[in-house]
């Protein structure tokens, strides 16, 4: 079935540790997101690439950072994670070239850093 | 920027209508979503809107006026499996998708 992986599905981590989210979608979609979403906030864009190789910051991008070596990868490492940046981390992927928007989403990462 | 507004909750009866109310203040619009989303589960695509007017979908229904600002999300017949949060989104006129906070609607028997 066509659609979005993400790994690992729950973590909990060290503050100060590095981790690396997954995702990976076999859709073809040249666009990719990360989100994290919490209590009362919602869904907050973290990076964003419109196609493989660009990447641009969206609206919570510190202590984040993003690539897109191909089409189907865009990992999301936390390089130095504190505990504000716990969270639940939703991919999503869109074939932003019919214009309509629609997100696909993986299932989500959550993470606690203590 | 994009500033998104919708009620934190709703309760509602089963077989019931609810609506739910989205405002929005934006500089760029491409359209306006809804998402559903099950507690512990990914959004779902629910409705798109890019003109004014109402996009019917089975139960649920979409409407939206631009000059306004203004979206409302509508679930007739209400099912107990309809409890969740429902996201109202912008899109923004560069293609990036900006979520209001959610409304957890409530379904009690």
């Known amino acids: 079935i066509a659609g979005i992986t993400q790994a690992p599905t729950s973590q909990i981590l060290a503050a100060g540790r590095r981790m690396t989210l997954r995702c990976t979608q076999d859709m073809r979609h040249n666009a990719m997101y990360w989100y994290r979403q919490d209590l009362g906030l919602g869904l907050r864009l973290i990076h964003y690439s419109n196609t493989a190789g660009t990447t641009g910051k969206g609206e919570v991008p510190d202590g984040y950072s993003v690539s897109r070596a191909n089409t189907d990868d865009f990992p999301l490492t936390l390089a130095s994670a504190v505990p504000s940046q716990t969270s639940v981390y939703f991919c999503?992927?869109?074939?932003?070239?019919?214009?309509?928007?629609?997100?696909?989403f993986g299932e989500g990462s959550r993470l606690t850093v203590l | 920027g994009q500033n998104i507004d919708q009620p934190t909750e709703m309760t509602a009866t089963e077989g019931a209508i609810v609506q739910i109310n989205c405002t929005y203040q934006t500089s760029g619009f491409n359209g306006l979503f809804w998402y559903q989303q099950h507690a512990g589960e990914a959004p779902t695509f629910l409705s798109y809107?890019?003109?004014?007017g109402l996009e019917e979908k089975g139960r649920f229904s979409s409407f939206l006026s631009r000059s306004k600002g203004y979206s409302y999300l509508l679930l007739k017949e209400l099912q107990m499996k309809d409890s969740a949060s429902y996201l109202c989104a912008l899109l923004s006129g560069d293609y990036k998708l900006s979520f209001g906070a959610g409304t957890t609607v409530t379904v009690r028997a």
């Open positions: 809107n890019v003109l004014d």
């Open positions: 999503a992927s869109s074939d932003s070239t019919a214009h309509t928007g629609e997100l696909f």
